[in-house]
């Protein structure tokens, strides 16, 4: 398995765009050695006390080990965090000579504690952040420039190829994408057990497109089903509904954005689309049925919290390949997982939302950025943060996917992360028990059936309309949740209203600023239509 995983990379690299698989025997191998050889003796460049990069001078690896400080996702503590710190830094230093000092934070600490970091220019290396921060970074002169430092990067290079470049801002790479699924999809997660004593399956929902509103009424059928099997029990749910499904390029924050799938070159306001009404209306009669709770719009629960809890039949959320494991595990229950926005989109925003920084307080971003390549082929690495230390946070069951031991679960583990998907590379690592063996193939396979938007590499610079930004999403706070789930008493006048806000907030200044730098982008890169 360990193998097949490396050789899917390799080829994926070879043919980026193409973004093929391939399939190999199951023996073992290190995955961290040869690659830590390729970094020492290739020619690459290496920073200078100017700043300026060598592409005839090889890193010298050797003598005192460089120490690098790596912010990472955690949500384990205590002893089981200390060993594996502890060999993290031990497999470092043994394949690379580097030390490594791992800078763990929580989703409550992560934000404050980076921002103090960068603000101060405190000791860091490597951290990861959203590409919304991305602007502010490199005005700030927080971060460096990935594209000094691409001699470093061979293998992550040969995993994304051309795709590095949706991690521009400009003219400046600040981010690395997290090795994740790619396209933008939205489903509704219903419980298996449910919809088959009520007669339906997956294949009955095979048309459900928003290009065709009235695809949508068997969910109707279904949610009249449940509510007259199970009259206390909630339809749908969750924080997110249909009219946040994306068919579209949100070219990063959804204020102007390109339709019919990123297959234009025109920003313009969804918002005021007759799709966006389309879906609107959907959710306001499955609101005034009763299917969605009274609550909807102010309950702050997760559709994964109310399914568990097991007064849920379903809920709207973002989905990919092995959405029906991860809820299994979220949930308990048995889900069937029903794809509702048609063909997925893939645009910059797939690649870059979340991702990786090389931090300007870094000493040596030179090798830094070896590091990250180090890292980002590491088997070992992913494991460890991940997963915890073998033997004792997890074990290697009969079939090749890591599983706790004998005795621990998910209520008495020790070290446990399960965020692979804000990991550099998780594909390199052990697959968790319960996912399909498959499960990157499915991944890429996923990517190679989207749909790529005519926007792929760009990323717009909100600098200049970031008051209007604040002022929109303002507005969004005020509307959006209303208006999801059809809260409203009449869809036209509820939507008019919305887009009058955003408009008075400065949305067409953000979409004239938008399209004015995909003008620019698409000169510069010869795809202008």
């Given at each position: 398995m360990k193998k097949r995983?490396?050789?899917?990379?390799?080829?994926?690299?070879?043919?980026?765009?193409a973004l093929a698989s391939c399939g190999g025997d199951s023996s073992s191998s290190s995955s961290g050695s040869s690659a830590a050889g390729d970094t020492a003796s290739a020619s690459q460049p290496e920073t200078a006390e100017s700043g300026e990069t060598s592409a005839e001078t090889a890193i010298d690896m050797e003598g005192d080990p460089y120490h690098v400080v790596?912010?990472?996702?955690?949500?384990?503590?205590?002893?089981?965090?200390?060993?594996?710190?502890?060999?993290?830094?031990?497999?470092?230093?043994?394949?690379?000579?580097?030390?490594?000092?791992?800078?763990?934070?929580?989703?409550?600490?992560?934000?404050?504690?980076?921002?103090?970091?960068?603000?101060?220019?405190?000791?860091?290396?490597?951290?990861?952040?959203?590409?919304?921060?991305?602007?502010?970074?490199?005005?700030?002169?927080?971060?460096?420039?990935?594209?000094?430092?691409?001699?470093?990067?061979?293998n992550v290079v040969e995993y994304y190829g051309d795709e590095m470049e949706a991690g521009r801002v400009g003219d400046f790479m600040a981010i690395i994408g997290a090795v994740k699924e790619r396209p933008n999809n939205?489903?509704?997660?219903?419980?298996?057990?449910?919809?088959?004593?009520?007669?339906?399956?997956?294949?009955?929902?095979?048309?459900?497109?928003?290009?065709?509103?009235?695809?949508?009424?068997?969910?109707?059928?279904?949610?009249?089903?449940?509510?007259?099997?199970?009259?206390?029990?909630?339809?749908?749910?969750?924080?997110?509904?249909?009219?946040?499904?994306?068919?579209?390029?949100?070219?990063?924050?959804?204020?102007?954005?390109?339709?019919?799938?990123?297959?234009?070159?025109?920003?313009?306001?969804?918002?005021?689309?007759?799709?966006?009404?389309?879906?609107?209306?959907?959710s306001k009669r499955w609101y005034d049925a009763g299917y969605y709770s009274a609550d909807a719009v102010t309950n702050q629960?997760?559709?994964?919290?109310?399914?568990?809890?097991?007064?849920?039949?379903?809920?709207?959320?973002?989905?990919?390949?092995?959405?029906?494991?991860?809820?299994?595990?979220?949930?308990?229950?048995?889900?069937?997982v029903i794809p509702v926005a048609g063909q997925t989109v893939y645009s910059s925003y797939g690649y870059n939302a979340f991702g990786w920084y090389l931090a300007n307080a870094s000493e040596d971003k030179a090798k830094a950025a070896a590091y990250y390549n180090w890292v980002f082929q590491s088997e070992a690495f992913h494991d460890l943060i991940n997963w915890g230390i073998e033997g004792t946070d997890w074990v290697e069951d009969e079939e090749g996917f890591a599983a706790y031991p004998d005795g621990m679960d998910g209520t008495n583990?020790?070290?446990?992360?399960?965020?692979?998907?804000?990991?550099?590379?998780?594909?390199?690592?052990?697959?968790?028990?319960?996912n399909p063996a498959n499960i990157w193939e499915m991944y890429e396979e996923d990517t190679a059936a989207a749909v790529k938007s005519k926007a792929f590499g760009f990323t717009y610079d909100p600098t200049n309309v970031t008051d209007y930004v604040i002022a929109c999403n303002a507005v969004n706070s005020?509307?959006?949740?209303?208006?999801?789930?059809?809260a409203v008493d009449n869809v036209d006048e509820a939507v008019q209203t919305y887009n009058d806000a955003l408009y008075g907030a400065g949305l067409q200044k953000i979409i004239d600023e938008k399209q004015t730098q995909?003008?620019?982008?698409?000169?510069?890169?010869?795809?202008?239509e």
């Open positions: 995983i490396i050789c899917a990379l390799m080829a994926a690299g070879i043919a980026a765009m790596f912010m990472y996702l955690n949500i384990s503590e205590g002893e089981g965090y200390n060993e594996v710190a502890e060999a993290v830094n031990a497999l470092s230093l043994e394949e690379i000579n580097m030390e490594t000092e791992l800078l763990p934070v929580s989703y409550g600490t992560w934000a404050s504690t980076l921002q103090t970091m960068l603000a101060s220019n405190e000791r860091l290396d490597l951290f990861f952040d959203t590409v919304a921060n991305a602007p502010t970074s490199i005005s700030s002169g927080y971060i460096a420039d990935w594209s000094d430092y691409i001699g470093q990067l061979p939205s489903g509704i997660i219903c419980r298996t057990d449910i919809m088959e004593e009520l007669g339906y399956s997956l294949e009955d929902f095979a048309d459900v497109d928003p290009s065709n509103p009235a695809s949508y009424d068997i969910f109707d059928e279904m949610f009249a089903a449940v509510k007259e099997a199970y009259p206390d029990m909630t339809a749908i749910a969750g924080q997110q509904a249909l009219p946040s499904l994306c068919t579209y390029d949100s070219l990063s924050d959804g204020f102007g954005v390109l339709e019919d799938r990123g297959q234009t070159t025109t920003v313009t306001n969804w918002y005021e689309s007759q799709q966006f009404k389309d879906l609107v209306s959907i629960d997760t559709g994964e919290t109310l399914l568990k809890a097991g007064n849920l039949f379903s809920f709207f959320v973002g989905i990919k390949p092995n959405t029906a494991q991860e809820k299994l595990a979220q949930t308990g229950y048995d889900v069937t583990y020790r070290y446990h992360n399960d965020l692979g998907w804000i990991y550099p590379n998780q594909t390199v690592g052990h697959i968790w028990q319960g005020q509307y959006q949740k209303t208006l999801w789930f059809g995909l003008n620019a982008w698409l000169e510069a890169n010869g795809s202008a």
